[in-house]
């Protein structure tokens, strides 16, 4: 789990929706909507359900969130306030008053994060895992820290006074740095040095011995000052840490994209500095200059008498102790496949398959290109690439099959937030190897997740698709949920084709027969479809809306699924991120029910079901994957996917299977109430774990209806027959 956060803190504040008159009383404001998805990560540090280092590693995701929020959100927020931009949220605030409220919120929750390590780290000491304080280094232990100071800390420190003759330096993003005031022992001169951590040493050192005891890289370097600074008496010290403005604008006159990006990721890294974290009992004098020198007063200020860095608390989790992480899971090839010897496009041609990652092994989609590259009959392969990671075996099947003499096209987006520099490096790769690589469009992100291989068969050529909502990253598979559909479908294939047409040669899409896509026609598709559900009640049928996304912002969007509540539609959402819809308020919102779920797994799967004049789930529901989020962003500046879904066995598989087991889910879930606050959802005498269910059952082939059947089903989610 390195992030549970995948598609980040994302976002072009230049172009957010603005708070219609007299509409402010009817959204959460986003910003304090995700500081809420991050309080529930925080909460799981605190769950005890939960082996104690994946405790720990929540408290490190925790903090890495939060840092990215001030990098992309807060550095945007405060770009506005500083060009006096007054321009109003959905919810009616000005960036000012988005930052009044924000800084509070993240002050208290960073608070909190203090508050989860000092309890954590007790724990972790019970069970012989130590990070060890100043008080506790003596002896032995004093003895090889000096060495190993001497030998492998020292010479990498570049300890920089701090007088007129040696300015300010420049501290990077995220940069962690010490000061100290000394005093020269021969005849008290004061000097004020400051020492830059190098990112290259961990954040801990870990002892010697069968015992776990660590010290923290800081605690080391303060110890041991006297070598640092041989002649000088130690007067004061100090401790800070900044977050700089790490977002990166494209300009419509952008000619050359790689070159600008290039350009643009070197300028980033000197972005201007968002917050400044101090230690509380910094010297005063000390503190003022590192204000200033730190741009304080632009800066959002906090201090802390905790630990900087709360992100670098993911080293300790890497310790080898199984007994206190989650049982290791090993996920599923896919039994369809292996039923047909292995060979993905045999399967795929017999009928359409679903995948549900992580319990199904993401191997299957490299299993698919694997076999596309080294297939005879295969002339071409086009593929949408957002992120790939870093060792990315997606990459070498599309190289391997370039150098095989296949047609390969790989759409790479430079615009995946903090992923440019690895995707410009995968797009050098790729283009060495004879692949065609097309960037997409300047402003909008392809953000959608399609793969279409061509094969020559003996009754013509036939298109094999992939259509996923998740990221063709192979790391991020085995701790998100995703589905991954295959299909070999010609009208699927005449329109991923259209699709790629789109993206590489922006010609327009005519006559698309199953998907809808961002930015055409996406969200008039999905208003349709609820429009069919308020039609449905108001003839004295059912009407029902069951979705499940990361995030939902887009006002229109909301402002349907309002109308449909007050129609009688019965709206179950299981949101994990940001909601901007309010849900549970008499006469706007009461027939909607908004809930997330947080575990062992990330949900990051995109779904719409709507109940076509029956109670969900019905074999008749429309039934929908998506690569996007119900966000201003996916339907008007990225470039996305919506598949129905038709194939029976599929269509049964999500209802019945994937959604009703959000829905149930008891053990992880949380309410969203009509204040705003979330509410952790008892259990009861029937407890429902969705991840643990499907560890145990990871294969959906053949299983039909039977959650639904089980009974287990909230009587709140069965919509009562109207008449």
């Not at 006002?555 to 994990?576: H, M, Q, T």
């Not at 999500?654 to 087991?661: E, P, R």
Request: hydrophobic fraction near 40%; charged fraction near 25%; aromatic fraction near 8%.
């Amino acid at each position: 789990m390195d992030d549970y956060n995948p598609e980040h803190i994302t976002e072009d504040f230049s172009r957010e929706t603005e708070a219609e008159p007299g509409t402010e009383d009817r959204y959460f404001n986003r910003e304090l909507s995700w500081l809420g998805f991050n309080e529930r990560v925080l909460e799981e540090a605190r769950n005890t359900a939960h082996p104690l280092l994946e405790r720990l590693r929540f408290l490190s995701i925790s903090g890495n969130n939060l840092d990215e929020f001030f990098m992309v959100r807060v550095a945007g927020l405060k770009g506005q306030q500083l060009q006096g931009v007054e321009m109003r949220s959905a919810d009616g605030m000005t960036p000012g008053q988005q930052l009044t409220a924000v800084s509070a919120r993240a002050n208290a929750l960073m608070d909190e994060q203090q508050l989860v390590w000092t309890e954590l780290r007790a724990a972790l000491a019970d069970t012989d895992i130590h990070v060890l304080t100043d008080e506790e280094i003596v002896g032995e232990t004093e003895n090889w820290l000096a060495s190993h100071f001497q030998q492998h800390i020292f010479p990498v420190l570049t300890p920089q006074a701090l007088d007129p003759a040696h300015p300010f330096p420049f501290i990077p993003n995220k940069g962690f740095s010490l000061v100290f005031d000394l005093q020269r022992k021969a005849d008290g001169e004061p000097i004020r040095e400051l020492l830059m951590v190098p990112t290259t040493l961990p954040r801990f050192v870990r002892l010697p011995g069968e015992t776990a005891r660590y010290v923290a890289i800081e605690t080391i370097i303060r110890r041991f000052t006297d070598i640092l600074f041989p002649g000088y008496d130690l007067i004061g010290q100090g401790a800070f840490r900044i977050i700089r403005d790490s977002d990166i604008e494209v300009e419509e006159e952008a000619e050359d994209l790689v070159r600008y990006f290039r350009s643009a990721i070197k300028r980033r890294r000197r972005g201007r500095v968002i917050r400044l974290k101090l230690d509380s009992d910094i010297p005063s004098d000390m503190e003022d200059l590192i204000r200033r020198e730190m741009g304080g007063d632009d800066a959002i200020v906090a201090e802390s008498s905790g630990f900087l860095g709360v992100a670098d608390l993911e080293q300790l989790v890497d310790e080898d102790r199984p007994d206190l992480k989650f049982p290791p899971f090993n996920p599923r090839f896919p039994e369809r496949i292996r039923e047909h010897g292995g060979d993905c496009f045999a399967a795929i041609k017999t009928k359409d398959i679903v995948v549900h990652h992580p319990y199904e092994t993401f191997d299957v989609v490299v299993a698919l290109l694997k076999q596309a590259a080294e297939d005879p009959d295969v002339v071409a392969i086009k593929q949408t690439l957002y992120r790939a990671g870093k060792q990315s075996a997606v990459i070498r099947a599309l190289i391997d099959a370039a150098e095989a003499g296949k047609s390969v096209t790989a759409v790479v987006e430079l615009k995946a937030r903090f992923d440019e520099e690895q995707n410009l490096l995968w797009a050098n790769a790729l283009e060495r190897a004879g692949v065609q690589v097309v960037y997409g469009f300047i402003e909008w992100k392809t953000h959608a997740k399609v793969t279409m291989v061509v094969r020559k068969e003996e009754d013509g050529y036939r298109t094999y698709c992939h259509f996923g909502t998740g990221n063709y990253h192979p790391v991020t598979a085995k701790i998100y949920t995703d589905l991954s559909f295959f299909t070999a479908d010609p009208r699927a294939g005449r329109d991923a084709a259209q699709l790629f047409n789109y993206i590489t040669g922006y010609v327009q899409p005519e006559g698309l027969e199953l998907i809808s896509m961002s930015p055409r026609d996406m969200r008039d598709d999905l208003m349709k479809l609820i429009d069919v559900e308020i039609a449905n009640v108001r003839a004295g049928k059912d009407g029902a809306v069951w979705a499940k996304m990361n995030s939902l912002v887009d006002p229109a969007i909301i402002e349907k699924l309002y109308e449909a509540s007050n129609e009688g539609v019965e709206v179950d959402l299981i949101i994990r991120g940001i909601c901007c819809l309010k849900p549970g308020v008499p006469g706007m919102s009461e027939n909607i029910r908004v809930r997330s779920v947080i575990g062992r797994f990330l949900e990051h799967s995109r779904i719409a079901c709507f109940g076509n004049g029956a109670a969900l789930p019905n074999k008749n529901a429309h039934v929908l994957i998506s690569s996007a989020d119900w966000m201003p962003r996916n339907f008007d500046r990225r470039v996305e996917y919506m598949m129905p879904i038709e194939n029976p066995t599929v269509h049964a598989q999500i209802l019945d299977q994937v959604m009703v087991a959000n829905l149930i889910d008891n053990e992880q879930s949380w309410q969203l109430k009509s204040d705003g606050s979330y509410e952790r959802i008892d259990p009861g005498e029937r407890p429902f774990n969705l991840h643990r269910y499907f560890m145990t059952n990871p294969s959906l082939s053949g299983r039909g209806a039977a959650l639904s059947e089980q009974g287990s089903m909230p009587k709140k989610l069965h919509v009562k027959r109207r008449g």
